[in-house]
């Protein structure tokens, strides 16, 4: 069974620094996947991961996975205010048979402070 | 182009009863997912349909059920309701489903008093 676990689940960062979300996940997998969700709100998808040593960045996020390690990560860089949300890393089973079953990891709340 | 639009948004029920939740996928997306997503389990997938067909299933109770429509809508029912089922539903629609992007509704709140 696939299991996804990130860390850190809360991260509080100061405005201006950098830091990074890891992704870990079980068993082989097709696709990663990274949502970002404001309180009360669905999910936004951020980034969607393909293959081994893919990696995508929109303005201040950065999202890289290997394959072989079974890891993703979302690099923030210089951090601002309105990226403050709950993040999640999400993955599929490889082989095609997910059937739009996505298994996500726990979350991670972002608190950016002045 | 329209997003995935869920209705009602909120709800409000009383242990016991039955409720319907629906979903309208983005035009041409053929897959729907439903996930429940609450503090202490996080997002748990329950079903996926793709052309009117439950090709994936998650560990839920056979109270929690749903359809696909010809036009690609879906429902989910949930019967007897629980005090455990209050969470935010959400659906998710794909073209395909297998491993394509998912785009997620905003989402039913529903609360069981």
């Known amino acids: 069974e696939l299991k996804v676990e990130q860390n850190p689940l809360f991260l509080s960062m100061q405005e201006g620094k950098n830091y990074t979300i890891y992704c870990n996940y079980s068993?082989?997998?097709?696709?990663l996947y990274w949502y970002r969700q404001d309180p009360g709100k669905s999910l936004e998808s951020l980034f969607v991961l393909l293959s081994n040593g893919a990696v995508k960045q929109e303005g201040r996020l950065m999202a890289s996975l290997d394959t072989k390690a079974r890891l993703s990560t979302l690099h923030i860089t210089a951090a601002v205010h309105d990226l403050s949300a709950t993040y999640f890393c999400?993955?599929?089973?490889?082989?095609?048979?997910?059937?739009?079953?996505?298994?996500f990891g726990q979350g991670t709340i972002l608190t950016v402070h002045p | 182009k329209a997003g995935v639009t869920q209705t009602p948004r909120y709800l409000i029920k009383t242990r016991g009863q039955q409720v319907t939740l629906s979903c309208s996928p983005i035009?041409?997306?053929?897959?729907v997912s439903w996930y429940q997503q609450t503090p202490g389990q996080g997002l748990q997938f329950l079903f996926e349909?793709?052309?009117?067909?439950?090709?994936n299933k998650g560990n839920f109770p056979g109270r929690f059920s749903g359809r696909q429509f010809s036009n690609s809508r879906s429902e989910m029912n949930v019967s007897t309701l629980e005090l455990g089922d209050s969470a935010l539903y959400l659906c998710?629609?794909?073209?395909?489903?297998?491993?394509?992007?998912?785009?997620f509704g905003q989402g039913t709140r529903l609360t069981v008093v």
């Open positions: 035009s041409g997306h053929r897959s």
């Open positions: 349909y793709f052309s009117e067909t439950q090709r």
């Open positions: 068993t082989t997998s097709d696709r």
């Open positions: 998710a629609s794909s073209w395909a489903g297998m491993d394509t992007e998912a785009f």
């Open positions: 999400a993955a599929t089973v490889a082989g095609g048979t997910s059937y739009g079953k996505l298994t």
